[in-house]
């Protein structure tokens, strides 16, 4: 028999219940689903009173079963978007797979696995719900609200990481609407967070001297790694990157590759008197073009090593000088961007730093001196 009384409408799996026939003066199947405003609601579907009883209990028999395929399969009655049509329905995993095969096609290895790891942090908290969400019509603006203050919370991230995130979101979500998966970007109505004055300060010159000393006696390939980071202004990520072929002695300068330039740009910076010197002293020059200038032991090698091998390293030197944390290794290139831009002008530290405007230049410029012709000189008032 086909024909059947409800008994009980607790929702399976928090999200529907099984479709039911009722016969009566109109035969009608229905069942509750959650809508995307999480309120639970009914849903019918009549049979025709005009087909035979053979035809409607065929009908109902369909109905039946194939509402119950769908519900399981995560749709709902409730969802209408003309502009994405069945595409809405996609498993938020496919989607997610589909995003990282995407972006590994164009961005470079550092980017895909800070992506990678996004990703697996946005499943963690999605399946550390209540109740986890399955289709991608479900990513809403209040999915990426909770998501972005579980991080705050649960996870106690600074807000600047949250908002990073969020411009991540933001971009995965434009990746959804061009592939027709959502019709609008949920995060466009989401505020990022105020953020707190980084903690990162520039270093005085008397800092940099007494640094200079410790390492010329302590530490000279560390020197150079230094030497390059305030000279150069050469990201980590990118020193680790160079190899001996990259330094051009005739010309004085070092080539920067756009396959890992933060800009994806290639460049050429050029390579301070101080540098040159030092790269000669440690006989750089007679290892193979191949080989990176920073490898393992920060010495000459054939493996590349990761970023995190100077922060490693300079931790270690800043215990030991008792330094504070806001000293940074990426310390010294605010201190070489400032010194330069006292020494040569602005724009020319915005064109070693290869920065693509003076404004980005200016805030690695953090000091404010007290010039002593302010307290001299004579006004109109």
């Known amino acids: 028999m086909i024909e059947t009384k409800r008994k009980n409408v607790e929702l399976v799996e928090n999200s529907f219940t099984t479709p039911v026939l009722h016969i009566s003066k109109s035969w009608y199947v229905d069942f509750f689903v959650v809508s995307p405003d999480g309120r639970r609601r009914r849903k019918r579907y009549y049979i025709s009173n005009d087909l035979p009883l053979r035809m409607k209990r065929q009908r109902a028999s369909e109905l039946l079963s194939i509402l119950t395929h769908k519900l399981q399969s995560g749709w709902s009655p409730f969802v209408d978007d003309p502009s994405c049509g069945k595409c809405m329905y996609t498993e938020l995993s496919t989607c997610l797979s589909n995003y990282l095969v995407s972006i590994s096609k164009h961005s470079r290895a550092k980017t895909i696995e800070n992506y990678r790891s996004r990703v697996r942090i946005l499943n963690e908290y999605n399946k550390g719900r209540a109740t986890p969400i399955k289709q991608i019509w479900e990513f809403d603006r209040t999915f990426c609200a909770c998501f972005l203050e579980w991080l705050r919370t649960d996870r106690n991230v600074c807000p600047r990481t949250v908002n990073n995130y969020r411009g991540w979101l933001h971009g995965f979500c434009e990746f959804l609407i061009c592939h027709k998966f959502i019709s609008h970007n949920p995060v466009d109505k989401i505020s990022p967070l105020r953020e707190n004055e980084r903690i990162r300060r520039d270093m005085t010159p008397e800092m940099l001297k007494t640094l200079s000393v410790y390492l010329q006696e302590k530490d000279l390939h560390f020197y150079l790694a230094c030497m390059m980071e305030y000279y150069t202004m050469i990201r980590p990520s990118e020193l680790v990157n ?118 980005v230049t200016n805030k690695h410029i953090q000091q404010h001196t007290i010039h002593d012709c302010t307290r001299h000189f004579k006004g109109n008032l």
């Open 242 to 359: 160079l190899k001996i072929g990259d330094i051009c002695i005739d010309e004085q300068s070092v080539y920067v590759d756009g396959s890992f330039s933060k800009n994806h740009k290639s460049s050429y910076v050029g390579l301070n008197d101080s540098v040159m010197r030092l790269l000669i002293q440690l006989d750089y020059f007679s290892f193979p073009n191949d080989y990176y200038i920073f490898s393992r032991g920060l010495v000459p090698g054939k493996r590349k090593a990761g970023a995190d091998i100077f922060n490693k390293r300079w931790r270690e030197i800043r215990d030991e000088l008792r330094w504070l944390r806001c000293y940074q290794f990426y310390s010294l290139k605010d201190s070489g961007i400032r010194d330069l831009a006292n020494a040569e002008g602005v724009v020319v530290a915005r064109d070693q730093a290869r920065h693509s405007d003076v404004a």
